[in-house]
């Protein structure tokens, strides 16, 4: 499936993946642990493919509305 680094902050997304070669970034993707949050917000648990790094993303009700399905489909994908 596709790489979710539009969802990350964009200093993560230039940091440097421990565990790829040629020096790429971080390749970020959803994990199970989807919660709502106060405020309507919703809290979700990314890891890098490759080098297993974790990372906490926030969306508002909107955006994550708009990645909705595809967040869902990889999730179910990798379980």
Partial sequence: MG???HLIDE???KAVC???DNRKNCYWKPTSNI???VG???NILMHCKACDAREDIFLTEKEYKIHEKTILREVK???
């Fill in 77 to 79: 994908d990798g379980i």
């Fill in 3 to 5: 790489n979710f680094n």
């Fill in 40 to 42: 309507k917000n919703v």
């Fill in 11 to 13: 200093k993560k997304t």
């Fill in 18 to 20: 421990k565990y790829r």
């Fill in 35 to 37: 919660r709502a949050t």
